[in-house]
């Protein structure tokens, strides 16, 4: 079965240290990788997506993401994180030739001054 | 339009009442989705529509649910006899092609059920 895990339900970090919010998958097939963001009381936007290609995907705000098909993991990172980074992070991973994504449990970023 | 537009943006209903929540999707987005986020949980499958094929209804979690979406535009979910367990934000994303892009999501309904 197909599935994403966040392992972590948050992450704390102080402003301009790098921050990494984790993300592992299980997919049978190619996996089609995504990272969304959600601020308080808006919808989510899309970050970044790994399709295929160089394993370093760079997206939105300065995030960059890193695939690892060994390790089946698709960290999202950022060299120095702000406080207005702090919202909830999604990693996603589209199901097979249907389109929908399945999404992780998210992860809440705070970034403190 | 620019975005995709979800409407209303709050609901307060009776338990046992009929809902009808209602997605505008980025004109020419061929794709659109029905999403659930309940409170400090992730997001939720309910519902997928590609073109005019058969939407994928896997994800529905009762027969109290369905969705209708007439060619590529507005998309409705209805929750018949809604129950307090009904109470989430249901988000509606749109995406150009159904494969390998990413989504665009709405801002959600907030629906609570008393």
């Known amino acids: 079965a197909q599935s994403v895990a966040q392992p972590e339900d948050q992450v704390n970090v102080a402003e301009g240290n790098p921050l990494t919010v984790k993300c592992t998958y299980s997919?049978?097939?190619?996996?089609?990788l995504f990272w969304y963001v959600q601020y308080p009381n808006r919808g989510l936007q899309f970050l970044l997506k790994?399709?295929?290609?160089?394993?370093l995907v760079k997206g939105s705000y300065g995030f960059e993401a890193e695939f690892n098909k060994s390790q089946t993991s698709f960290h999202l990172k950022k060299p120095s994180a702000l406080v207005s980074d702090s919202a909830l992070y999604f990693c996603a991973l589209e199901r097979g030739s249907q389109g929908n994504l399945i999404f992780g449990k998210g992860t809440k970023l705070s970034v403190k001054p | 339009g620019a975005g995709v537009s979800q409407s209303p943006s709050n609901k307060v209903t009776e338990k046992g009442k009929d809902v009808e929540l209602r997605c505008d999707p980025i004109?020419?987005?061929?794709?659109l989705y029905w999403y659930r986020q309940r409170l400090g949980q992730g997001l939720e499958f309910l519902i997928y529509?590609?073109?005019?094929?058969?939407?994928?209804k896997s994800g529905l979690p009762s027969d109290r649910f369905s969705a209708e979406r007439t060619g590529e535009s507005v998309s409705t979910l209805t929750i018949q006899r809604t129950q307090q367990e009904d109470s989430a934000v249901y988000l509606c994303a749109s995406s150009l092609r159904a494969h390998n892009y990413g989504y665009t999501f709405g801002s959600g309904t907030r629906l609570t059920v008393v």
């Open positions: 790994y399709i295929t290609g160089d394993n």
């Open positions: 004109s020419g987005h061929t794709a």
């Open positions: 529509f590609q073109g005019n094929s058969a939407p994928d």
């Open positions: 997919v049978s097939g190619n996996p089609y």
